[in-house]
Nanobody, 119 residues
Framework: QVQLVESGGGLAEAGGSLRLSCVAS????????MGWYRQAPGKPRELVAT?????NYLRSVLGRFTISRDNVKNAVYLQMDSLRPEDSAIYYC???????????????WGQGTQVTVSS
C-alpha cells in the first residue's frame, strides 16, 4: 500500500508564493514520476507539473512554478511564485510507480491540499 502525504497549501495574495510538499511511503519498486495536479470547482482535474524521465508543466504556470524531487526521501515539491487568483484549486500529489520488477504501472493520489489566492 502506498500513501502520499501533502502539506503546504493555504491562502496567499496575488503575486505571493506558496510551497507544496508531498512525501510518498509504502511498498513500491520503482517510482516513474511524481507530480502535481489541480482541480478547481466545476472544472476537470489538470496536470500542473510532473517530473519523471522528463519534466512537464501546464503552460499557464511556466516561469512561475517550479517542481523538484528528492529521490532519497521519495518527495516532490512545488514552488509556486507570482500566484494568480486563477491558480486557486485543490492540488493533488500524484505518484506513478510499479510495485515489483516488470510490473504494471500504478497510480496513487494524495488527499489534496487547498490553495486559495486572493486578488
Amino acid at each position: 500500500q502506498v500513501q502520499l502525504v501533502e502539506s503546504g497549501g493555504g491562502l496567499a495574495e496575488a503575486g505571493g508564493s506558496l510551497r507544496l510538499s508531498c512525501v510518498a511511503s509504502g511498498n513500491f519498486f520503482e517510482v516513474r514520476s511524481m507530480g502535481w495536479y489541480r482541480q478547481a470547482p466545476g472544472k476537470p482535474r489538470e496536470l500542473v507539473a510532473t517530473r519523471g524521465s522528463s519534466t512537464n508543466y501546464l503552460r499557464s504556470v511556466l516561469g512561475r512554478f517550479t517542481i523538484s524531487r528528492d529521490n532519497v526521501k521519495n518527495a516532490v515539491y512545488l514552488q509556486m511564485d507570482s500566484l494568480r487568483p486563477e491558480d486557486s484549486a485543490i492540488y493533488y500529489c500524484n505518484l506513478e510507480y510499479t510495485s515489483f520488477a516488470g510490473g504494471p504501472g500504478l497510480t496513487s493520489w494524495g488527499q489534496g491540499t487547498q490553495v486559495t489566492v486572493s486578488s
